[in-house]
């Protein structure tokens, strides 16, 4: 099939205009990295201390995927912000690390796991910047850490106070928050949490009891002071569990092995609302 040969110029033309604009924005980039190289600032890092230095003499910082620490014993450091942070010497002695420079998370420990380190101390110099940090971040990663270090030399008032307000950032954003009091114990939690990146999760699933008895008794053995042997007796007089909860508080105290005490504690549970302060309308069946 002959092709014509304007069509054909036509095309050429197209693929040479093409590979000159690539080229042109590709010389644009390495301008601005250029350009960018030789600035003078004080980064913030979430509490470590650090001087101001020309990125100029700033040892050269190897640029990676962030999505390459997935499946290896990698972990992630944000070089802008925590290349100088003292846990990373005990981190370096647990798992292996790398630095990137343009991720926006201070630590990632797997393809969808990052984290956000954090001092009390700097947050309450500074309590506007841990916001600004998980806007920055958004929903980019599935599990999302806030790792905050404790001063030793905080008093129990003042740790109250700060952990009760990270708290309710962590709930609002929908992250984890960890608790440490060294640079050991961050770093273990960091290793921890690379090292069980793909991790089973039965290791911290409970066993489901799919028995009859066995249900009866973890529902009402929740009860204070009401054993196995008073679930079992309760279920036999009254035949099931519903009319056991249904029955009155005097004919269940008459059940052998119970007391009023007992009785009453069961009745109270029962009939409290799942959410406070909310009415419930039992329908009789």
């Known amino acids: 099939m002959a092709i014509d040969k304007d069509k054909a110029a036509a095309i050429l033309k197209g693929i040479e205009e093409l590979e000159e604009k690539t080229s042109a924005s590709g010389s644009k980039l390495e301008g601005t990295s250029s350009d960018a190289s030789g600035t003078t600032a004080v980064k913030e890092d979430g509490g470590n201390e650090r001087q101001s230095t020309t990125t100029a003499n700033r040892p050269t910082v190897k640029r990676i995927s962030q999505r390459a620490v997935g499946g290896t014993k990698t972990v992630l450091v944000n070089g802008k912000r ?3 942070n003292p846990l990373l010497e005990h981190l370096k002695k647990l798992v292996r690390i790398d630095y990137n420079s343009d991720m926006k998370p201070d630590f990632v420990v797997g393809v969808n796991s990052c984290v956000l380190f954090l001092s009390l101390n700097y947050h309450f110099s500074r309590a506007d910047y841990i916001k600004r940090r998980i806007q920055e971040l958004g929903k980019d990663y599935d599990l999302r850490v806030l790792l905050v270090q404790i001063p030793k030399d905080y008093g129990e008032t003042r740790v109250s106070e700060g952990l009760k307000e990270l708290t309710k950032i962590c709930v609002i954003f929908s992250y984890t928050m960890i608790v440490v009091w060294s640079d050991e114990e961050a770093a273990r939690y960091l290793a921890y949490l690379k090292n069980q990146e793909n991790a089973a999760p039965t290791q911290i699933q409970g066993q489901t009891k799919e028995d009859y008895l066995s249900q009866l008794h973890d529902v009402v053995t929740c009860v204070k002071k009401v054993n196995r042997q008073n679930a079992e007796t ?3 007089k009254f035949g099931n569990l519903r009319k056991s909860i249904r029955s009155q508080e005097s004919q269940i105290s008459t059940i052998p092995g119970w ?9 109270s549970a029962v009939s409290r609302p799942f959410i406070a302060n909310k009415q419930y ?3 009789k069946r």
């Open 234 to 236: 309760l279920v036999n």
């Open 259 to 267: 007391s009023k005490d007992k009785a009453a504690l069961f009745k």
């Open 281 to 283: 309308r039992i329908a």
């Open 82 to 84: 925590q290349k100088a």
